[in-house]
Every structure is written in structure tokens, then in C-alpha cells.
């Protein structure tokens, strides 16, 4: 998957498909009056930006640890975890390649710069290039992190009550420092609810299936 990420940097342009950042600055305009990365941009203060980037970087965190656990203690919730993990990038890969586009800050200009002195100045320009610059819609930021709530919701709540905060300032963050237009986190939501739907569709479709030895040891283990 994360080939297939950083290839779509050259392979997307040889579609002859054109950035569409223009277009989805228009639609924020026609939702809200003004995408928030510039009506928030008053609201910029080095301790907020540093905090909202920890926020960010709690993705990479999550995106791992999340179906880590399932995959420790429970084969077959992990199992339905990762179809809809997987179900959710896929559609997010095909509006990075139908709907390419960098974000507002790859494409647009603004009055001021972001600066966090303590962790926002050390890490902001390795997160940028990271980047394929097409993957602002749908946010996948706050896809794969509202689906693993939702997930977790379902199967591990304790761990729900204890990330939910995190990912609310994950998901302010993403606008917050410029990183989404407001549409790409609506677009980031319905992907979600796709993959969740997808993961409660494989769960119950396999659930009357005989559990290995394996699995059923791993059950007896787990406090």
C-alpha cells in the first residue's frame, strides 16, 4: 500500500487527470463562505500548533497499534479490521487518482507561516514530504482514524474512550495546519462508514465459520 502510495506521485500525472485544489477550495467557499485553513488562520498560537501537530502525528501511532492489538489477541477481529482498513484505502486511493489535489499548503498563500517552536518547526517539513502532493481528498487522516473508533466502538471500547480525544484533535488538526480542505474530511467520513460497513459485513458473514485450534486458544487467553 505504501508503494502503491508514493508511485501514484508520478503514475496520476501520466493519467493526464489535473489537480483539482481550485475546485475544492470553491466547494469549502460555497459550504462555509471560506475554506477554515484561512478563517482559522487568526486563531494561529505556537502552543496550538504544536499541540495540534502532536495530534496529527497520534495517526501514525493508531494506524498501527489498532489492528496491531486484534492481530495480538483475536485473529478474526483483526481479519475484519483489515477488509475494511483496506476497503477504505482503496476508495481513498481512487479519489487521490479521479480527484488529485496537494491541500492548502501545497496551493495556496497565506499571511502567516505555521510555527511551533517545541515539535510543529522539527517535524512539519518531513510530514510535507511525505506526501505524494494528491492526497488531500479524501482525508485519510481522518478516515482511517474514525473508522478505528468505530471499530473499537464495537469491539475494544475501553480503548475508544481512551483515543477519542486524541482523534478529535487529530481531525482539528488536519485543518488547523493547513493540511485539508473541509470537503476532504467529508469525503474522509463517508470512506469510513464504507469500511466500517464492510468490516460488520465480513464479521457476520464469517462469524458461524469453525474457529482453528489457534484462534480458539487465543480466546481462552484473553482476561
Same mark, same amino acid.
Given at each position: ?79 475484519? /479490521?483489515?477488509?475494511?482498513? =483496506?476497503?477504505?484505502?482503496? *476508495?481513498? @486511493?481512487?479519489?487521490?487518482?479521479? +480527484?488529485? &489535489? !496537494? ?63 486524541? /482523534?478529535?484533535?487529530?481531525? =482539528?488538526?488536519?485543518?488547523? *495546519?493547513? @493540511?485539508?480542505?473541509?470537503?476532504? +474530511?467529508? &469525503? !474522509? ?35
Amino acid at each position: 500500500m505504501g508503494i502503491s502510495f508514493y508511485a501514484m506521485g508520478a503514475a496520476v500525472p501520466l493519467l493526464g487527470n489535473p489537480g483539482v485544489d481550485g475546485l475544492l477550495l470553491k466547494w469549502d467557499r460555497a459550504l462555509a463562505g471560506e475554506t477554515p485553513a484561512v478563517a482559522w488562520e487568526s486563531w494561529l498560537t505556537p502552543w496550538l500548533e504544536d499541540l495540534a501537530m502532536g495530534g496529527y502525528l497520534f495517526f501514525f501511532y493508531y494506524l498501527i497499534a489498532g489492528p496491531g492489538h486484534y492481530c495480538i489477541r483475536d485473529v478474526r477481529l483483526f481479519r475484519a /479490521c483489515m477488509v475494511g482498513l =483496506f476497503t477504505m484505502y482503496g *476508495l481513498g @486511493f481512487m479519489g487521490y487518482t479521479v +480527484l488529485p &489535489a !496537494g491541500g492548502p499548503q501545497c496551493c495556496m498563500t497565506f499571511a502567516r507561516p505555521l510555527h511551533g517552536p517545541w515539535l510543529l518547526d522539527w517535524t512539519l517539513q518531513a510530514v510535507n514530504q511525505a506526501s505524494n502532493r494528491m492526497d488531500a481528498f479524501p482525508s485519510m487522516h481522518l478516515a482511517a482514524s474514525l473508522y478505528l473508533l468505530l471499530f473499537d466502538w464495537r469491539h475494544l471500547r475501553r480503548r475508544f474512550w481512551w483515543v477519542l480525544a486524541p /482523534c478529535l484533535l487529530l481531525w =482539528f488538526s488536519t485543518i488547523y *495546519l493547513r @493540511f485539508h480542505y473541509l470537503v476532504d +474530511l467529508l &469525503a !474522509g467520513t463517508a470512506v469510513a462508514l464504507a469500511g466500517w460497513y464492510m468490516a460488520e459485513k465480513y464479521e457476520a458473514s464469517t462469524a458461524s465459520q469453525p474457529m482453528l485450534a489457534t484462534e480458539i486458544n487465543d480466546r481462552k487467553a484473553r482476561p
